[in-house]
Structures are given as structure tokens and as C-alpha cells.
């Protein structure tokens, strides 16, 4: 899958179950799958080149 697409389902199961589903859970790590591939999920930055927020 597309890494857009990937994002378009996350931002509907986010909008559909909310934040703590397992449905978000599953697709935020289908999208860390694809963004492992050209190295983005080890920079320390998000898709879009921002800092992730601290937790």
C-alpha cells in the first residue's frame, strides 16, 4: 500500500473509532511499516518533516 492511502485510513479510523482503538493501533503500524522503508521512522521526524511531539 501507498504511504497516502495508509495515511487516508488512519485519519478515518481516528475520525470513525477514536485515538484508542485497536483499528488506529493497526494502521499507525502499517504506516510505520511503509515509512521504515525509505529510513523516516529513524530521523526522529514525522512523515511530513515536523519533530514529534515528546510523551
Known amino acids: 500500500m501507498s504511504r497516502s492511502l495508509l495515511e487516508r485510513v488512519l485519519a478515518g ?3 470513525n473509532y477514536g ?3 485497536p ?3 493497526h494502521s499507525l503500524n502499517n504506516l510505520g511499516v511503509v515509512l521504515q522503508g ?3 521512522a529513524r530521523t526522529g521526524q514525522t512523515a511530513d518533516g515536523a519533530s514529534p ?3
Open 53 to 55: 511531539p515528546h510523551l
Open 19 to 21: 485515538p484508542d482503538h
Open 23 to 25: 483499528a488506529v493501533a
Open 38 to 40: 525509505p529510513g523516516l
Open 13 to 15: 479510523d481516528e475520525a
